[in-house]
């Protein structure tokens, strides 16, 4: 899943699968799904490329540009009438709120990679699918079942092992998830499509990103312009925030959700065998206890929902 992108499927129980789907357009829907969860997954190369810009400035331009290209994606795609639906007084105010939280889950995920937290950070989405479950609970009165009560109070205590064995509280990997769980409930409330939706988020961001950029620019303290390489990947936000996303609404509709569900997984695991093996972060027990708890969690999780569509 996108730490910056739509919010991760649920794994439970859905439909079956359109009539009509051949399998080489399911296997079409899995490749586009692999590549956009594997282009997010490996986000911490892009943000540590950036590490010489403050994540605020980073941040205000992923937006400005996303939204540049996000328009064009849109319009290309004959979606203008969707977008003029987002704009309903009723679903702009939510909007806003969704656009408030994926702004602060960008904004703190650019500082945790750029910070050497990219660890973290995976922590953070590995969590996020039973951050989603504790959500539903509370809010929208949805109950656990007995695996995915062993579940997620299997990742409670490797997250209680990391704070007494390591001595530090997960803040980051807990905001991004919580961030994220949050955004994906408003954002199903507010019945849009993701780029039309994303692309709403990003206009309503945008003001406040421009008189940001501006004001940077004036005092001389801006990186856009000071160096080529840095104005490049800048610029490159917006494809590289846009593109994935369209490469998983494709998949979403050609594949189980089921199957997205698990596919999502990409996108830690990337994450975190970058942290460990590329940028070689402090992993010692409690670190290790405590991912292998949130694995085995996850894998409890994932059984019971594929169980679920099974007995369906």
Known sequence: MDPNGP???RTTPCA????????????????????????????????KA??????????????????????????????????REAFRPRRIALLAATGALIATNWLVYIWTVQSGR???????????????????????????????????AVAAAGVAVLVLRAGTFPWVALVLALSFGL??????????????????ETALLAPAALVYLAARAASGAGAF???????LLLAA???????PLVGFAYAVNRLRLSTIGLVQYVTPTSQFLL???????????????????????????????????RWR
């Open 275 to 309: 942290a460990v093996l590329l940028y070689r972060e402090p992993f010692g027990a409690p670190q290790a206890i405590a991912f292998a708890a949130i694995w085995a969690s996850l894998a409890l999780y994932t059984w019971d929902a594929l169980a679920r569509i």
């Open 237 to 243: 936000a917006g494809p590289i925030t846009a593109l």
């Open 7 to 9: 919010p991760p499927p």
């Open 183 to 200: 955004y994906a409930m408003l954002r199903k409330r507010a019945r849009v499509d993701a780029l039309g939706g994303l692309l709403v």
């Open 50 to 83: 950036l590490r010489g810009v403050p994540a605020v400035e980073v941040l205000a331009h992923r937006v400005v540009w996303s939204l540049v290209l996000l328009a064009g994606v849109v319009a290309a795609r004959g979606g203008r009438s969707a977008f």
């Open 118 to 152: 990219v660890l973290e950070g995976s922590l953070g989405y590995f969590v996020n699918p039973l951050v989603n479950v504790l959500l539903g609970v509370l809010f929208l009165g949805e109950t656990l079942s007995r695996a995915q009560r062993i579940a997620v």
């Open 16 to 47: 079956p699968q359109p009539p009509g789907r051949d399998p080489d357009e399911r296997g079409r829907g899995l490749a586009y799904g692999l590549a956009a969860y594997l282009a997010w997954g490996l986000l911490p190369l892009y943000f």
């Open 225 to 231: 312009g000071a160096a080529t390489g840095t104005t």
